[in-house]
């Protein structure tokens, strides 16, 4: 039997960007799209075009995605026309392929919060469905508060959602806008709206305030709507949005949706969930939830004792679904026996080759489980990792020392009269018989220690010519009693190669020497550097 297409529609972009704390750049929301338009999502939809300078330059022009590029905004406002509505404009205007309106379909919030009749509202939608279709745009019509809308006035929350349905917009789509409705409400109230609108018509926007976004969602689906909107890793205001990874997780892998339905995820697309999920924590500068469903780093860990043994016999015993169709990976805490495997497994990725049982397997055990516990993250600094890896085998050269290092940062009043923070450091190194010295300034201090530790590194220079640092975050963890900092560090070659390393100490400072003198020393590891 053919299976019916439902169609994602991500928007953390949009109602994402509501998340306390998230500001994205152009720069942000330019590698988020790339990320869901391979992954595979139906529409993007980019922001609000007209209501911030960010919004405005994404949909400046064309940006080629494969899927259906989405603008956002509001329907006419009451008392205006069409044509005269700035807001409206820069809607019809945008380089967008659909325009998603947002409408009230709650008759309490049009008149108080609208302060205009019912019948106008519902002139708006059809006014500016129809003026979207002039423009040849797909539209979408999001009803918010639609759920309590329908609760306190079924016929009105119905008549809009049917007006824009008659109008052709592509998609109504059902708002639960304060989140508070429950799977069952949300299951019979998609149904009777099944009934004057076709289900393949028919979206869901779920809000996370019981918790429940998710199961929302698959209710709505269940009742006969074919569309669902979600953010990357359920972000948005207040609770969040519906997880549009967790859904495209069930959609997949639970027979009774992967059995009826498609979507635009393929099976190979789909084992990249989990790392599309980790950018987005990593865009977002966030520590991602261990816990998430699916791709979080305990999403397949399991403790020790008759778990672990039974999951190393057969997995499927402990496991819903197969770590890797998500991309993520099993883990076996504590046990020795699994922590073993762990490692041997990562020095067979970075292509080191050991005996099995070398004892020099189970010391790097120990200390990648101590050095984690102080806040080391090596899943996340691979390059630190092989490093660590290598020098516990014996096979990292001493290239050159850093016998001191001195770093000034100073804040005073220039010549004409300007404060400034000025950073400077002196770096002295010892490469073989040579005692190098360099002093370089930089816009902060990490830069200035960056910039002075590859200035001269006598006859190493030429092998780290082309090293570039192209990222730098930091964290601050509270490992045990104290605060600590962990820093990251990405790099890249001439290459265009690119590995992390990771620093961790109270002092941050320190911390960003360690990572980037892995940095260095790993890439002269790479470049076969004589010792
Ligand atoms: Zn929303």
Same mark, same amino acid.
């Given at each position: 039997?053919?299976?019916?297409?439902?169609?994602?529609?991500?928007?953390?972009?949009?109602?994402?960007? +509501?998340?306390?704390?998230?500001?994205?750049?152009?720069?942000?929301?330019? #590698?988020?799209?790339?990320?869901?338009? *391979?992954?595979?999502?139906?529409?993007?939809?980019?922001?609000?075009?007209?209501?911030?300078?960010?919004?405005?330059?994404? !949909?400046?022009?064309?940006?080629?995605?494969?899927?259906?590029?989405?603008?956002?905004?509001?329907?006419?406002?009451?008392?205006?026309?069409?044509?005269?509505?700035?807001?409206?404009?820069?809607?019809?205007?945008? /380089?967008?392929?659909?325009?998603?309106?947002?409408?009230?379909? @709650?008759? %309490?919030?049009?008149?108080?919060?609208?302060?205009?009749?019912?019948?106008?509202?519902?002139?708006?939608?059809?006014?500016?469905?129809?003026?979207?279709? #002039?423009?040849?745009?797909?539209?979408?019509?999001? /009803?918010?508060?639609? !759920?309590?809308?329908?609760?306190?006035?079924? *016929?009105?929350?119905?008549?809009? #959602?049917?007006?824009?349905?008659?109008?052709?917009?592509? @998609?109504?789509?059902? /708002?639960?806008?304060?989140?508070?409705?429950?799977?069952?409400?949300?299951?019979?109230?998609?149904?009777?709206?099944?009934?004057?609108?076709?289900?393949?018509?028919?979206?869901?926007?779920?809000?996370?305030?019981?918790?429940?976004?998710?199961?929302?969602?698959?209710?709505?689906?269940?009742?006969?709507?074919?569309?669902?909107?979600?953010?990357?890793?359920?972000?948005?205001?207040? /609770?969040?949005?519906?997880?549009?990874?967790?859904?495209?997780?069930?959609?997949?892998?639970?027979?009774?949706?992967?059995?009826?339905?498609?979507?635009?995820?393929?099976?190979?697309?789909?084992?990249?969930?989990?790392?599309?999920?980790?950018?987005?924590?990593?865009?977002?500068?966030?520590?991602?939830?261990?816990?998430?469903?699916?791709?979080?780093?305990?999403? !397949?860990?399991?403790?020790?004792?008759?778990?672990?043994?039974?999951?190393?016999?057969?997995?499927?015993? %402990?496991?819903?679904?197969?770590?890797?169709?998500?991309?993520?990976?099993?883990?076996?805490?504590?046990? *020795?026996?699994?922590?073993?495997?762990?490692?041997?497994?990562?020095?067979?990725?970075?292509?080191?080759?050991?005996?099995?049982?070398?004892?020099?397997?189970?010391?790097?055990? *120990?200390?990648?489980?101590?050095?984690?516990?102080?806040?080391?993250?090596?899943?996340?600094?691979?390059?630190?990792?092989?490093?660590?890896?290598?020098?516990?085998?014996?096979?990292?050269? +001493?290239?050159?020392?850093?016998?001191?290092?001195?770093?000034?940062?100073?804040?005073?009043?220039?010549?004409?009269?300007?404060?400034?923070?000025?950073?400077?450091?002196?770096?002295?190194?010892?490469?073989?018989?040579?005692?190098?010295?360099?002093?370089?300034?930089?816009?902060?201090?990490?830069?200035?220690?960056?910039?002075?530790?590859?200035?001269?590194?006598?006859? %190493? +220079?030429?092998?780290?010519?082309?090293?570039?640092?192209?990222?730098?975050?930091?964290?601050?963890?509270?490992?045990?009693?104290?605060?600590?900092?962990?820093?990251?560090?990405?790099?890249?070659?001439?290459?265009?190669?690119? @590995?992390?390393?990771?620093?961790?100490?109270?002092?941050?400072?320190?911390?960003?020497? +360690?990572?980037?003198?892995?940095?260095?020393?790993?890439?002269?590891?790479?470049?076969?550097?004589?010792?």
């Amino acid at each position: 039997m053919p299976r019916e297409r439902l169609y994602l529609f991500d928007t953390t972009l949009r109602d994402g960007a +509501q998340t306390n704390g998230v500001d994205f750049t152009l720069h942000d929301k330019l #590698a988020v799209a790339a990320l869901l338009d *391979d992954l595979g999502v139906d529409y993007i939809e980019g922001g609000y075009p007209g209501a911030n300078p960010v919004d405005t330059e994404l !949909f400046g022009r064309d940006r080629s995605l494969r899927a259906t590029f989405t603008a956002f905004g509001m329907t006419r406002r009451p008392g205006r026309s069409t044509a005269n509505d700035p807001g409206l404009a820069a809607l019809l205007d945008a /380089c967008a392929d659909a325009i998603c309106y947002v409408a009230k379909t @709650w008759d %309490y919030h049009v008149r108080v919060a609208l302060e205009t009749t019912l019948e106008d509202n519902l002139a708006s939608i059809r006014d500016s469905v129809r003026a979207a279709k #002039a423009k040849h745009r797909e539209v979408l019509l999001d /009803c918010e508060h639609f !759920f309590d809308g329908y609760k306190a006035n079924p *016929d009105y929350a119905l008549a809009c #959602a049917k007006a824009a349905h008659e109008e052709g917009a592509r @998609w109504v789509v059902l /708002c639960d806008t304060n989140g508070g409705t429950l799977p069952h409400e949300v299951e019979a109230i998609v149904k009777a709206v099944t009934a004057v609108v076709p289900g393949d018509h028919v979206g869901i926007h779920a809000h996370n305030d019981t918790e429940q976004a998710v199961a929302n969602s698959l209710a709505a689906v269940r009742a006969g709507a074919r569309h669902i909107q979600g953010t990357l890793n359920g972000i948005g205001e207040r /609770c969040g949005n519906a997880n549009l990874v967790s859904l495209i997780g069930n959609l997949k892998l639970k027979p009774e949706y992967s059995g009826s339905f498609e979507i635009g995820v393929t099976d190979d697309k789909l084992a990249h969930l989990t790392r599309v999920s980790r950018s987005l924590d990593e865009i977002l500068n966030r520590a991602g939830n261990r816990h998430a469903p699916y791709v979080g780093d305990s999403a !397949f860990a399991t403790k020790a004792g008759i778990h672990a043994s039974a999951i190393l016999k057969d997995p499927a015993t %402990y496991e819903h679904v197969r770590p890797e169709a998500v991309g993520n990976r099993r883990k076996l805490l504590v046990s *020795d026996q699994a922590g073993r495997s762990n490692v041997l497994a990562e020095l067979e990725r970075v292509g080191i080759a050991v005996e099995r049982d070398d004892p020099r397997v189970a010391r790097l055990l *120990d200390v990648v489980k101590e050095r984690e516990a102080v806040g080391y993250a090596y899943e996340a600094a691979d390059a630190s990792f092989e490093l660590l890896a290598r020098r516990m085998l014996g096979k990292v050269p +001493q290239y050159f020392d850093v016998t001191r290092f001195d770093v000034n940062v100073e804040h005073r009043v220039n010549a004409i009269g300007e404060r400034v923070t000025v950073s400077m450091a002196v770096v002295k190194v010892t490469v073989g018989d040579d005692k190098l010295i360099s002093a370089a300034e930089g816009n902060g201090p990490v830069n200035a220690l960056d910039l002075a530790l590859r200035k001269d590194l006598g006859k %190493y +220079q030429t092998y780290i010519k082309g090293l570039n640092l192209t990222d730098y975050r930091v964290r601050i963890l509270n490992a045990g009693t104290e605060a600590v900092t962990r820093v990251l560090i990405e790099s890249e070659d001439e290459n265009g190669e690119r @590995w992390t390393t990771i620093g961790v100490s109270p002092n941050i400072i320190d911390a960003s020497f +360690q990572a980037l003198m892995d940095s260095i020393v790993y890439k002269l590891v790479k470049s076969g550097a004589p010792a």
